[in-house]
C-alpha cells in the first residue's frame, strides 16, 4: 500500500499549495487553481496505472495477451483481422487493440494509452463540476473505481467517455447526449445503460419520499428477479450470463448501507445546486440497480455508471453539512476516504502495487 499512501500525500501536498486554507471560491482564479489540480492530478494516475506490473488487475493479461495475438498476425492483415474468442470486444476497444499492434506497442504503453483514456476525461469532468476535487478524486479510490480501472479497461473508458456527455444534460440537449453515449457504448455496450439518465436526471425527489424509496428497494431485494430477468434478456450480449457464474449473488449488503446512508443525508442537505439533484438521482438509480444485482450478479456492472456521480454528491454533502471546526471536520472525512481505500483494497489484485521494471 506504501506506493498508494506516497501518491495520497503528493496529492494532499499539491492542494495545500493551491488551497492552504481548504476554500474553494467560484471565481476565476479558484477556477483555475482546480483545473491546474486536475491536470496534474491526471498525470500522476497516469502514471501511477502506467508504471505497474503488467499483470495488476482484474483482466490485465487478457487485454495484454488480445494485444500480442494481433502483433502476432502479418502486419498487412492486423486492421482486416476478424474478432477472435476470448477477444470478442466492442468495436472502439477492438480498433484500438488493432492499432496498438498495428504500431507494435508495448504491454507497458499500451497501458499508459488505457490509463490516458480513462483519466483525462475523468479529470476534465472533476474539474469543471465538483466542488472539491480533491475530495473527488479520494471518493474514485474509496470506492473502488480506480482498482476497477487497473484491470476492467473496457467498461472504465466507457465510463470517463459517459461523464462527457454530462454537459448535455446541463444543457438540456438531447441528440448530443445520445450520441456521447452511444459513442461510449463503442468500448463497453453496458453505456447504453445511461440512456435514461437525460431524462431521470430531472426528477426531484424530496425527504417526504424516503419510505417510499425504502419500500421500493425492500422489494426489489425480495421479488427483483423477474424484473432482472427482463432487463437481462433485453440485453442479448448479456442473456448468455443467465444460469452461469453471474446469475446469482453472495455480495454482502455492506455497499447497499453505504449507498443508502449517502443517499439519506443528501436529502438534508439544503441546496437547490443541480449538480447535487443530478448527482442524488444518480445515486438513487445505482441503489435501485444494486438492489436487482443482488438477484443477477452481472448487473452490478450497470452501477457503476450510476455510482461515479458519488464524485459529485459526496463533496456536496462534506461541505454543507454545518459543524463548529470545518477545518477538523474535513480531516476526519479525508483519513475516513483513505482508510476505506486501504479497507477495500489491502490484499487484493493490486496490493501491493508493483512497478514493471
Not at 475530495?135 to 473508458?157: D, E, K, N, P, T
Not at 455480495?251 to 446512508?261: H, Q
Not at 438513487?284 to 454528491?313: D, H, P
Not at 454545518?322 to 479497507?343: D, E, M, Q, R, T
Request: charged residues 10%; contains cysteine; proline residues 4%.
Amino acid at each position: 500500500m506504501t506506493v498508494y499512501f506516497i501518491f495520497f500525500l503528493i496529492m494532499s501536498l499539491i492542494w495545500l499549495a493551491l488551497f492552504p486554507y481548504m476554500e474553494i471560491t467560484y471565481n476565476s482564479v479558484s477556477k483555475l487553481q482546480k483545473q491546474v489540480f486536475c491536470f496534474i492530478v491526471a498525470i500522476l494516475l497516469i502514471l501511477l496505472a502506467g508504471v505497474r506490473k503488467t499483470n495488476m488487475g482484474a483482466d490485465t493479461t487478457v487485454y495484454l495477451q488480445a494485444l500480442k495475438y494481433y502483433q502476432s498476425l502479418p502486419r498487412n492483415t492486423i486492421l482486416s483481422a476478424p474478432l477472435v474468442y476470448p477477444y470478442d470486444f466492442e468495436p472502439g476497444f477492438f480498433l484500438l487493440t488493432k492499432i496498438a499492434a498495428l504500431y507494435s506497442f508495448s504491454p507497458t504503453f499500451f497501458l499508459f494509452v488505457i490509463a490516458a483514456l480513462i483519466y483525462i476525461p475523468l479529470c476534465i469532468f472533476i474539474s469543471h463540476y465538483s466542488e472539491n476535487p480533491y475530495i473527488s478524486i479520494l471518493v474514485y479510490f474509496a470506492f473502488g473505481f480506480f482498482g476497477y480501472s487497473l484491470g476492467i479497461f473496457r467498461q472504465l473508458i466507457a465510463i470517463s467517455f459517459s461523464l462527457m456527455a454530462f454537459h448535455f444534460i446541463h444543457k438540456k440537449q438531447l441528440l448530443p447526449y445520445i450520441v456521447s453515449i452511444l459513442f461510449a457504448s463503442l468500448f463497453h455496450t453496458s453505456a447504453l445503460i445511461l440512456l435514461p439518465f437525460y431524462f431521470l436526471s430531472r426528477l426531484n425527489p424530496e425527504k417526504k419520499h424516503l419510505f417510499i424509496i425504502l419500500s421500493i428497494e425492500a422489494i426489489l431485494l425480495v421479488l427483483g428477479r423477474p424484473l432482472a430477468l427482463f432487463i437481462i434478456n433485453s440485453l442479448p450480449l448479456y442473456a448468455k450470463y443467465i444460469g452461469g457464474k453471474y446469475d446469482t449473488s453472495d455480495t454482502s449488503y455492506t455497499m447497499l448501507m453505504i449507498y443508502n446512508l449517502i443517499l439519506i443525508i443528501s436529502f438534508f442537505i439544503k441546496d437547490k445546486e443541480k449538480n447535487l439533484q443530478y448527482a442524488r438521482n444518480a445515486l438513487l438509480i445505482a441503489i435501485i440497480i444494486l438492489c436487482l444485482s443482488y438477484s443477477i450478479t452481472i448487473l452490478g456492472r450497470a452501477v457503476l455508471y450510476y455510482s461515479i456521480f458519488l464524485i459529485l454528491l459526496i463533496p456536496v454533502i462534506i461541505d454543507r453539512i454545518i459543524v463548529n471546526n470545518k477545518l477538523y471536520f474535513y480531516g476526519i472525512c479525508i483519513l475516513s476516504l483513505i482508510y476505506f481505500f486501504y479497507y477495500i483494497t489491502k490484499g487484493s489484485i493490486i496490493d501491493p502495487y508493483r512497478f514493471f521494471f
